[in-house]
């Protein structure tokens, strides 16, 4: 019925002014063009030429006709297409300059909320182009406010799309990011006096989910005066909520989080260091937030508050690395060597592992041979894992040649000795092929696909290591052993 309705309002309007029907199919026609395929006979498409380039060729040829077959093109093509439809009778709301039409107009296109596959949400997206269009065209024609009260609304409407839709390709959150720009456009021009502006910020934020009302992207139409208003407004409904020190019990809620985002973005626009500080630290339950907090202390001058934050933080989260890089640099700043390579110890000691004892080698300096002693000594008690490691770190500190004479392959796995065994190939091929030859017996001794993908990689690597006639005579042994395996006599066919 209300498709019914906009064809026959569209056909009065069509037929009442040949010079305005013109110029709509005229202006549309790049698209309809595509649109219409289904209409006319199959040609073969061009290449070349672009739909804005035929344009002024097309223009001409329609130019010759009556308004009337205009208007019966277009109403067969409205008929046959509900994407042509809305765009044709949003471009005569456009033109009627009725504002509650022009609403209604754009309702339809935004449609209702509903779940939306990867696919349906890229095809929507394409047909609410033409809202974008209009409201800058409201933009140019100086209606700033018409444009920033029909941006607000449909960025509203979209929200509960995007709840319901398979946005993977993020085609709608583009198109609300943009939709978002016009409405800070149009209220630098004017679109929405400061004071709404405020209110309408305050609520919008404390709502968002999404980034789409955030102070940065306001910050040019709200001045310093709007933003420090907005800022004391969200403060008061920011202070409602509760504080967690490090080492509280549960996890960030993502609803605190982003007003805490939204908080500290307002306190760095009007540069306000306090509220700065107090929303990064009111939610500490993770290692990286303390580390916020505390730089933020620390820019703000407060290098000891910032030093016993994330001394805190280290002790309720020992796992982040982060902290401890900081806090190392800090001390090693202040002058406290010590402290700071004591500190990269402890990390190094709970959990070692090539970067940690880098980080220590780092800030070591001249104590350097002493860490390193403990480290190896670390390692050496941890047997296996630890001889992984010890090899990484010695690879790391002394390189290939002196790392050699103190490998164990028992002790590490396949893929690391593979790597070590390839670094070897150019200066130590015996050693290379020894290790090699060992990971292909146990690689060939297992039956499955990615086995045999790692024996014809193995073989590979050893192919150009060993004479021509020793690699053929260990290849025609692989074979005549293991021939019943099909999947890897095929995979040796197709290889060698």
């Known amino acids: 019925m209300a498709s019914t309705v906009i064809w026959s309002r569209w056909r009065n309007r069509a037929h009442a002014s040949a010079g305005q029907t013109i110029r709509a199919a005229a202006r549309i026609w790049p698209w309809l063009q595509h649109s219409a395929a289904g209409l006319t006979a199959p040609r073969k498409a061009s290449t070349t030429a672009s739909p804005q380039a035929s344009a002024g060729p097309l223009r001409t ?16 093509l409205c008929q046959r297409s509900r994407e042509v439809s809305q765009q044709v009778t949003l471009w005569l709301e456009r033109r009627g300059q009725a504002p509650a039409a022009l609403k209604a107009t754009l309702s339809q296109m935004l449609g209702r909320a509903h779940f939306r596959d990867y696919q349906a949400t890229k095809r929507y997206v394409a047909s609410l182009e033409p809202m974008l269009d209009a409201l ?5 024609e100086g209606q700033a406010a018409s444009a920033a009260e029909l941006a ?35 209220c630098e021009q004017g679109g929405m006096p400061t004071p709404a502006l405020v209110k309408l910020l305050a609520k919008r934020c404390l709502e968002d989910e999404w980034g789409l009302y955030t102070p940065e992207r306001f ?7 709007g933003l420090q208003a907005l800022a004391e407004v969200v403060h008061q409904a920011w202070a409602k909520q509760p504080s967690y020190p490090p080492g509280s019990p549960g996890r960030r809620g993502y609803r605190g989080e982003s007003l805490d985002r939204v908080m500290v973005e307002l306190a760095q626009l009007i540069g306000n260091p306090d509220w700065e500080i107090a929303a990064l630290s009111r939610d500490s339950r993770c290692g990286y937030q303390c580390l916020l907090a505390a730089q933020a202390m620390h820019a703000a001058g407060r290098v000891r508050a910032a030093i016993a934050w994330l001394e805190q933080g280290i002790r309720h989260y020992p796992d982040d690395t982060r902290q401890h890089v900081c806090l190392a640099r800090w001390y090693w700043d202040d002058g406290l060597e010590q402290e700071a390579q004591g ?4 990390h190094f000691e709970q959990r070692p592992t090539l970067e940690r004892f880098q980080l220590l080698r780092q800030y070591s300096g001249a104590n350097w041979p002493h860490w390193r002693a403990q480290c190896e000594a670390r390692l050496s008690a941890q047997q296996a894992y630890g001889h992984s490691v010890l090899i990484e770190c010695l690879l790391d500190d002394d390189g290939l040649d002196a790392t050699l ?5 028992e002790w590490l796995n396949a893929s690391f000795l593979e790597e070590l065994a390839t670094r070897c190939m150019a200066d130590h091929p015996a050693q290379a092929i020894r290790w090699l030859g060992d990971l292909l017996a146990q690689a060939q001794e297992t039956a499955s696909n990615p086995a045999y993908h790692d024996v014809v990689r193995l073989l590979r690597k050893l192919q150009t290591l060993l004479p021509e006639a020793e690699f053929a005579q260990r290849l025609a042994d692989l ?3 293991y021939h019943r ?5 095929l995979l040796l066919n197709q290889a060698f």
Not at 62 to 72: G, V
Not at 159 to 182: C, F, P, R, W
Not at 343 to 346: A, V
Not at 405 to 409: E, N, T
């Open 152 to 186: 607000d609304w449909a960025q509203q409407r979209l929200i509960k799309v995007l709840e319901n839709a398979d946005d993977s390709g993020g085609y709608l959150g583009e198109l609300m990011g943009e939709l978002s720009t016009l409405l800070a456009t149009a």
């Open 485 to 489: 395996r099909r999947n890897l006599m």
């Open 479 to 481: 074979r005549q052993t």
């Open 343 to 346: 500190l990269l110890w402890t």
């Open 136 to 140: 800058r065209e409201l933009l140019a």
């Open 61 to 76: 040829r329609l130019e010759q006709h009556s308004s009337a077959e205009l208007a019966q093109l277009l109403d067969t």
């Open 219 to 225: 910050a040019a139409a709200l001045g310093p005066q």
């Open 405 to 409: 004479p103190r490998v164990r392959a």
